[in-house]
């Protein structure tokens, strides 16, 4: 749905349009999604803007297929992204979300965030 690739994509500009709104109005607190083939998170966001009541958006278009090159345009949303096969961990449990994204190639942890309730 977010991606700061300095690219036209006109599916992630309906889903922000069409989708974005529903997963707020329901208190949705993250959105994994594909498409394009690597990785980014977002701040907590609505509407192209950072706010505390927002959806975390995470790319996770890394694993399988040849990765989208590209520039990125530096949105301020954007809290970390990289082109770069990899895999993702989720761990949960009533209060707390942490998830672990980690390069394929070294197995190193490339980014991490949590979520409480």
């Known amino acids: 749905m977010y991606s700061s690739l300095a690219y036209v994509d006109l599916i992630k500009e309906k889903l922000q349009l069409y989708i974005e709104p529903l997963l707020y109005k329901y208190h949705v607190d993250l959105n994994l999604y594909g498409h394009i083939h690597s990785y980014e998170r977002t701040c907590p966001m609505y509407n ?64 991490q965030f949590q979520l409480k309730k």
């Open 48 to 111: 192209n803007t950072c706010v505390s009541d927002g959806i975390t958006q995470v790319l996770i278009g890394m694993g399988g297929h040849e990765l989208t090159e590209g520039t990125y345009s530096g949105e301020k949303w954007s809290i970390y992204h990289d082109i770069d096969f990899g895999y993702t961990q989720i761990w949960m449990n009533k209060t707390h979300l942490i998830f672990s994204y980690y390069h394929t190639q070294d197995d190193k942890l490339a980014d």
